[in-house]
């Protein structure tokens, strides 16, 4: 494990169902990321935390709600969701200007 | 905001050739260019990265190169393995939002060894 532990690893919902991503991280890092990952397609911000205050939402559609309790956990909150919204969502968490460590991301099929 | 262009997006060599990749930004701000390493069904790891303050940095047989003037960097694998066989990304960034980085990656290329 690489410290950045993301559950569940695969998720299959219905556009009516709501769900709960969620990502740890134990790495003492400050800042939490959301990204999605689509086939063809760049890593795509969704949302940035930093010292657990979101200072950035990158025009995510509100059927996807964050929510980041403290500078360890952070989780994503999905309800009526869309089949294009199936991807892979990886959570990464980073130091104080410094990279990023990823998690093995949670796989969605919305169905 | 940023914009990262990544080329090729796939690419084949000969076990123990030479692969390069290369992303141009758009950014003139941007100032830290990660690259990452993601096999197939795994995450995305960071093998190299350079900061704005250097044009070259080398890892074994990594090697990224940066020209801050024409904002283009470039990754350089050396006697290419099989393992060495995955999607690479290049990103760019600048420190934004108090000190949390937000990275723009490119588009990856598939990078294949063919043994």
């Known amino acids: 494990e690489t410290g950045v532990t993301q559950t569940p690893r695969h998720l299959v919902m219905g556009m009516t169902n709501k769900k709960s991503l969620k990502c740890e991280q134990h790495?003492?890092?400050?800042?939490m990321y959301w990204y999605k990952q689509s086939a063809k397609k760049p890593l795509e911000l969704m949302f940035v935390?930093?010292?657990?205050?979101?200072?950035e939402n990158n025009s995510v559609p509100s059927r996807f709600s964050p929510e980041c309790p403290n500078s360890s956990h952070l989780f994503l909150h999905l309800h009526t969701l869309q089949p294009e919204d199936s991807a892979l969502y990886l959570c990464?968490?980073?130091?104080?200007?410094?990279?990023?460590?990823f998690g093995s991301g949670t796989r969605l099929t919305v169905v | 905001g940023e914009n990262v262009e990544q080329h090729p997006s796939t690419l084949s060599v000969q076990e123990g050739d030479s692969a390069v990749i290369k992303c141009t930004y758009s950014?003139?701000?941007?100032?830290?260019f990660p690259w990452y390493k993601q096999e197939l069904g795994k995450r995305p790891q960071l093998i190299i990265d350079?900061?704005?303050?250097?044009g070259e940095k080398k890892d074994q047989r990594i090697a990224v190169t940066l020209n801050k003037t024409a904002k283009h960097f470039s990754l350089h694998i050396t006697e290419t393995q099989p393992e060495d066989s995955a999607v690479y990304f290049c990103?760019?960034?600048?420190?934004?939002?108090?000190?949390?980085?937000?990275?723009?990656f490119g588009s990856g290329t598939q990078l294949t060894v063919l043994p």
């Open positions: 990464a968490s980073s130091p104080s200007g410094g990279g990023y460590t």
């Open positions: 790495l003492g890092h400050n800042a």
């Open positions: 935390y930093n010292f657990k205050e979101q200072t």
């Open positions: 950014d003139s701000a941007s100032n830290y």
């Open positions: 350079i900061r704005s303050n250097v």
């Open positions: 990103a760019a960034s600048r420190i934004s939002s108090g000190s949390a980085r937000q990275l723009t």
